[in-house]
């Protein structure tokens, strides 16, 4: 018996801006994790996260994170991931500023 | 203070244009992220979190106005407008875009300031007693010797590639505030009975993982000896230590797996071998040195407006009570200047803040400031006859917080809010219980008080030699918090004992509160510390304030 696959985002960090990013259906790196491309197949996922790997002069250290579906798009499961996508809980800074 | 040297100036310079290559080759794809990763650490470029992090040294925590000045323009222009300063006595910018490094590092070398060693398996940045030169219990400025070994470990071919990292603290006082038997050498000098210069070395200590407190190796270090002996340590731990796990990798391990007495034989074996290698060069270059670290020309100014103002004004005197401390002069004072105000990250300036605080040191302070491992800064000497002008300065700069010592002065690791490594976040910790606290109005009834805190294992924020320490993992997907008592980050060191099961992160604040409670209706008045309590009482009744369920299960 199979265990259920938990939908995955691809994620990186940029490597000019160091800043959080996410892989995008139509191959673009996105800031907004809700643009991203919510993978569902365990074999997609491994397809998605090695196209991530052959873009070092794009992103750093790419990697398959844990997501769940939401209104609006993907969103982040582990607080880790959460925090990533929103930025530091001390000042109004990355993510959250962008998006403000 | 110490200057760069043409010599040294040159080897900055060089460091920084081979820096911008490489980073000029990274982007151009001519280098890999694994061919690159090492070199950006070696210049102080971590990848965290939500961008990549500069940290910049900042030797034995000594600072120029000038220096300052340039922190808070790198802040400005490459940053976010702050600087953290950070348990290692460094300064680390949070937000830097990787192409502007090879700027930052060349504005950094244009004030003798620069970020190698600051990241690796090296020999890391020295560090002090915050109060070097200045505290009146001292024996010696520790900062001679500091910067002799910054000299001597600075691209030391033979220990560029140990098993891990490696700190060494040098404190040149009986009381010791550069937390020397956490690290992996500590130095305490001392003078033997005919009056002579030596130290007292320990090794193997270290917080982290598995949390040792350093052993002494040498009871009495004749001063003349200590480059080779040093040498020879970091021989035999170089040749020893172990590399095959990066947990078991640090020389605590080392020596706790040779067992001391066979790690000092090698030691010993070793440092016979090269002592006479050493002719006497490092003797004079200490010398050299501590030409350059000569105190000011004190100012003799009358202190009576200094007295006249703490009668008079019940804010400078609160200040005074808890931000000053003994200066070696007695018209002097040692200032720390709190970047703790209440609901503040800890260890946070903003450019502006570090720009008065540079006017301050240069108007009233001999032009020297310096970061302490507690994450503030201070000015080391300042004429009593200033101090109202300065508290009224930094007061009117959001800098003016009277808590040194108190609850609220938390060291707080940047935690997972910045940290790759964390798994928990430490600063809105810190915030909520430095607000708490205030809002009870109760720090200044608590007394003198450590709380240390980390977001993980690692132990940034020395969290094991907290009177109170809080240590921040992940558990079943949410962050949980463990608190330990008891440790103490001074010459009695010791590592704090774990209370029990962890908190979640909104049951934290609740729980450091019951403990707090406890200790004010367990103490034996208000001049028994909670430390002194806890040592006295054991764990047991703090543990129940903790854990009340328990309690009432274990009575029923």
């Known amino acids: 018996m199979s265990r259920r696959f938990t939908p995955k985002v691809v994620t990186a960090s940029d490597l000019r801006q160091g800043d959080v990013v996410w892989l995008t259906a139509d191959d673009r790196w996105t800031r907004d994790i809700a643009e991203a491309e919510l993978v569902e197949d365990e074999a997609h996922a491994e397809l998605r996260l090695l196209f991530a790997l052959g873009q070092p002069q794009t992103v750093v250290g790419p990697y398959l994170a844990d997501a769940r579906r939401g209104p609006n798009g993907p969103e982040p499961m582990h607080f880790r991931e959460a925090f990533r996508a929103r930025g530091p809980s001390n000042y109004p800074h990355g993510k959250q500023a962008v998006r403000g | 203070m110490y200057r760069y040297s043409d010599f040294d100036e040159a080897f900055v310079r060089a460091r920084v244009a081979q820096f911008r290559d490489q980073v000029a080759r990274r982007l151009s794809g001519a280098l890999t992220e694994d061919e690159f990763k090492p070199l950006r650490l070696m210049n102080g470029l971590y990848l965290q979190l939500h961008a990549y992090m500069l940290r910049v040294a900042i030797p034995y925590g000594t600072l120029s106005a000038r220096q300052m000045r340039q922190l808070a323009l790198i802040a400005e222009r490459w940053d976010k407008g702050y600087g953290h300063f950070t348990t290692r006595q460094n300064v680390q910018f949070n937000w830097p875009r990787l192409q502007d490094v090879p700027d930052i590092l060349d504005a950094l070398a244009d004030v003798g300031m620069h970020a190698i060693q600051t990241s690796g398996n090296c020999i890391r940045n020295v560090t002090a007693d915050h109060f070097a030169g200045a505290a009146a219990d001292e024996i010696a400025d520790p900062r001679p010797v500091a910067e002799l070994i910054r000299q001597w470990s600075t691209d030391h071919p033979e220990f560029s590639f140990l098993p891990r990292k490696f700190k060494i603290a040098v404190t040149g006082s009986p009381n010791d505030r550069a937390v020397t038997r956490a690290h992996d050498i500590g130095l305490r000098m001392l003078r033997d009975g005919s009056g002579a210069a030596g130290f007292e070395v320990s090794v193997g200590g270290g917080l982290g993982r598995t949390p040792m407190l350093g052993q002494v190796i040498r009871p009495f270090l004749p001063e003349a000896d200590l480059l080779p002996y040093l040498e020879a340590v970091l021989q035999t731990y170089n040749a020893a230590g172990r590399r095959d796990n990066k947990y078991k990798a640090r020389i605590k391990i080392t020596v706790f797996e040779h067992g001391l007495a066979a790690f000092r034989d090698e030691v010993e074996t070793r440092f016979a071998e090269i002592r006479p290698e050493f002719r006497g060069a490092d003797r004079a270059l200490l010398a050299e040195i501590r030409a350059a670290f000569a105190p000011p020309a004190f100012a003799r100014l009358p202190v009576g ?252």
């Open chain 2, 305 to 556: 407006g200094f007295e006249a103002a703490r009668a008079r004004d019940g804010a400078f005197r609160a200040w005074c009570a808890t931000n000053l401390a003994p200066h070696r002069e007695g018209d002097h004072a040692i200032v720390t200047i709190s970047l703790k105000a209440h609901g503040a990250t800890p260890g946070d300036a903003t450019a502006a803040q570090m720009r008065v605080m540079a006017d301050l040191a240069e108007r009233y302070a001999y032009d020297e400031l310096r970061v302490s491992h507690e994450q503030n800064i201070v000015l080391p000497h300042v004429p009593k006859a200033h101090l109202p002008a300065v508290f009224d300065a930094l007061a009117a700069a959001g800098l003016g917080t009277a808590n040194i010592g108190l609850i609220s002065d938390i060291i707080a690791c940047p935690g997972m809010d910045y940290c790759a490594l964390a798994t928990a976040r430490s600063i809105p910790v810190a915030q909520a219980i430095a607000q708490r606290f205030a809002a009870l109005d109760l720090e200044h009834a608590i007394g003198p008080m450590k709380i240390k805190i980390s977001g993980c294992i690692n132990a940034c924020g020395h969290h094991h030699v907290g009177h109170i320490g809080i240590l921040g993992l992940e558990k079943a997907g949410v962050e949980s918090y463990q608190i330990t008592l008891g440790g103490d980050a001074t010459e009695l060191a010791a590592i704090g004992e774990r209370a029990g099961p962890g908190f979640a992160h909104d049951e934290i604040v609740p729980a450091i509160e019951r403990l707090v409670r406890a200790y004010l209706a367990l103490r034996a008045g208000p001049d028994e510390t909670f430390l002194a309590a806890f040592r006295r009482l054991g764990p047991a009744p703090f543990r129940a304030a903790l854990y009340p369920e328990e309690a009432r299960r274990d009575a029923a």
